[in-house]
């Protein structure tokens, strides 16, 4: 839910009610969300660049507010890699309890909780941001398709293609191919993970045709 006030002022863009639309999806009743931004440029069909920038406008103009582990007397690094937001739906609620921005977390996609998985190396949470991109790759591809919203993945084949090294812009073509081919074919439209195992099968062949591993 998000406040009807934001569809009356005309300082926001069709872009920016898209984005707040998007947070709403994932707010519990405390109004709290903490979706990935590429999840939200996925579900509102708006690039990363203008998310980001309508994120910080609604912000700005208080319909959403940032919420950071200090409010809550946590410590800095305590949710992860993803900020936490709460839409504003009159415009002057408090700061929600801490109790109230944790139970946001079971709403969310189970591919944004690699953006808060506790992460020790450069390497692995290189491998987490490009597993998001991948998830938000196959998100378009299928979107692209059949010009519906894809349904949540789970978050361990994208990781397993993040190693493999598949690249999300190809993945993305390859998923709308493929799904169109099935949907033109009248048959089963193919699922997430069979998508992944036949984009890293794809990718572990092109690479020994060329001479290449993926450690290469």
């Known amino acids: 839910m998000i406040g009807i006030r ?5 300082r926001l863009k069709l872009s920016d009610i898209k984005v707040l639309m998007a947070l709403g999806y994932h707010a519990n009743r405390a109004g709290v969300c903490w979706p990935s931004i590429a999840t939200l440029e996925a579900e509102s069909g708006v690039h990363e660049a203008t998310v ?9 103009l208080g319909f959403v507010r940032r919420l950071t582990p200090g409010m809550f007397k946590q410590k800095r690094g305590v949710w992860g890699f993803s900020n936490r937001y709460q839409i504003l739906w009159a415009g002057n609620e408090e700061v929600p309890e801490y109790e109230e921005v944790l139970s946001a977390g ?4 189970p591919d944004d909780r690699l953006q808060d998985e506790e992460t020790h190396t450069q390497g692995s949470q290189r491998e987490n941001h490009i597993a998001t991109q991948l998830i938000a790759a196959y998100r378009k591809g299928y979107a692209q398709a059949t010009g519906t919203p894809a349904p949540p993945v789970p978050a361990a084949p994208a990781l397993q293609m993040a190693d493999a090294k598949v690249k999300p812009a190809w993945f993305q073509a390859y998923v709308a191919l493929s799904i169109s081919i099935a949907g033109r074919a009248n048959t089963q439209l193919p699922s ?25």
């Open 6 to 10: 934001a569809a009356r002022d005309k």
């Open 52 to 60: 980001i920038r309508s994120l910080n406008l609604l912000i700005e």
């Open 106 to 109: 079971a709403l969310q996609h």
């Open 192 to 216: 997430f993970q069979s998508l992944a195992a036949e984009a890293i099968a794809h990718l572990q062949t092109a690479n020994a045709r060329s001479g290449f591993t993926s450690d290469g």
